[in-house]
């Protein structure tokens, strides 16, 4: 199998058997493993496979534990689903899905967002060890000018008034960018010292040189990095070498991907997108197999409708 295309990997994925093999040769090596447990003892059944540890003793299938788990959607369309969520350089819509694979726009909702579970990156590594890094935070949300004012309810009783302020602020993500290498993600409340500060001690190395514009928030870096500014302030963007310029192209794709195909996202699932964004940039380099097969070896994630719609409820 080489795919190069959708249409080549949907002439290799003809048959539902085509696919569990294939799945079961990548999770498990061709040797099956009970999730359940983790015995590697086990025996085939007409569905699936039965665990052999009489604690246990469990049925079970290769896509139990996984991304997978409960969907009755077949593996093919998951394939496809994958492939094409991982290709796009901006992303693809619900909507877009839903009408490429034949599926409702609430599955392929519900599909992307298993996705970006499985793209989620489960052991981050550190960036800078032998290469400069760049660290700017940006903004998501629209113009204030085009932007949703005067609504906010009375605390005595709970009527609608004019209050003249934004109905929702914008919502900040920080960034690191290796040059040339991978970029790191996170979705903040704010940008001061604790947020930013944690952000780069847990993926920068110290000693690694950074180059950011001249926040205030960045001013402590000189005491564990080698640390550099450029001044925009002054309209200058490159000095000596000194500038954010990747770290810059990083946010027009982001967010040309968040207005131009998902238009808008909310808080409480950006850190989601944030991941998706990130995995397909830092995998820029492989071909398309090597890249669908790499996300399939981190697929073991479960991620119920449950968990999905609950998550930070609050906000």
């Known amino acids: 199998m080489n795919f190069k295309s959708l249409p080549q990997l949907l002439d290799y994925f003809k048959e539902e058997k085509t696919c569990i093999e294939y799945y079961e040769q990548i999770r498990w090596d061709g040797k099956p493993v009970c999730p359940h447990c983790g015995c590697e003892r086990t025996y085939k059944t007409t569905r699936g496979y039965k665990c052999a540890n009489n604690e246990c003793y469990k049925k079970f299938t290769v896509t139990v534990g996984t991304i997978f788990h409960g969907s009755k959607i077949s593996l093919r369309i998951w394939f496809a689903a994958i492939y094409l969520a991982t290709t796009h350089k901006k992303g693809i819509s619900s909507v877009q899905l839903a009408l490429d694979l034949?599926?409702?726009?609430?599955?392929?909702?519900?599909?992307?967002?298993?996705?970006?579970?499985?793209?989620?990156?489960?052991?981050?590594?550190?960036?800078?060890?032998?290469?400069?890094?760049?660290?700017?935070?940006t903004y998501i949300g629209g113009n204030n000018k085009n932007r949703h004012y005067g609504k906010k309810r009375s605390q005595v009783d709970n009527t609608l008034t004019?209050?003249?302020?934004v109905y929702?602020?914008?919502?900040?993500?920080?960034?690191?960018?290796?040059?040339?290498?991978?970029?790191?993600?996170?979705?903040?409340?704010?940008?001061?010292?604790?947020?930013?500060?944690?952000?780069?001690?847990?993926?920068?190395?110290?000693?690694?040189?950074?180059?950011?514009?001249?926040?205030?928030?960045?001013?402590?870096?000189?005491k564990y990095y080698?640390?550099?500014?450029?001044?925009?302030?002054?309209?200058?963007?490159?000095?000596?070498?000194?500038?954010?310029?990747?770290?810059?192209?990083?946010?027009?794709?982001?967010?040309?991907?968040?207005?131009?195909?998902?238009?808008?996202?909310?808080?409480?699932?950006?850190?989601?997108?944030?991941?998706?964004?990130?995995?397909?940039?830092?995998?820029?380099?492989?071909?398309?197999?090597?890249?669908?097969?790499?996300?399939?070896?981190?697929?073991?994630?479960?991620?119920?409708?449950?968990?999905?719609?609950?998550?930070?409820?609050?906000?």
């Open 168 to 222: 929702q602020p914008k919502k900040m993500v920080v960034g690191i960018i290796e040059r040339n290498g991978k970029v790191a993600l996170k979705h903040v409340p704010s940008a001061d010292l604790n947020n930013i500060g944690a952000l780069i001690s847990k993926h920068v190395p110290k000693g690694s040189t950074i180059y950011s514009d001249e926040a205030p928030v960045y001013s402590h870096l000189k």
């Open 102 to 137: 034949g599926i409702t726009q609430k599955t392929a909702w519900f599909v992307l967002h298993r996705i970006r579970e499985m793209l989620k990156d489960k052991a981050p590594q550190m960036l800078g060890e032998n290469n400069m890094v760049e660290v700017d935070e």
């Open 226 to 315: 080698t640390h550099d500014n450029v001044k925009h302030s002054l309209n200058v963007y490159v000095e000596n070498g000194v500038h954010t310029n990747t770290i810059e192209n990083f946010w027009s794709v982001l967010k040309r991907g968040l207005y131009g195909v998902y238009h808008q996202v909310s808080a409480k699932h950006l850190e989601r997108y944030l991941d998706e964004y990130s995995a397909r940039f830092n995998t820029r380099d492989l071909s398309s197999q090597e890249r669908f097969e790499k996300f399939l070896i981190d697929s073991e994630s479960v991620l119920s409708y449950k968990r999905l719609t609950n998550i930070n409820k609050a906000s």
């Open 162 to 165: 004019n209050s003249g302020e």
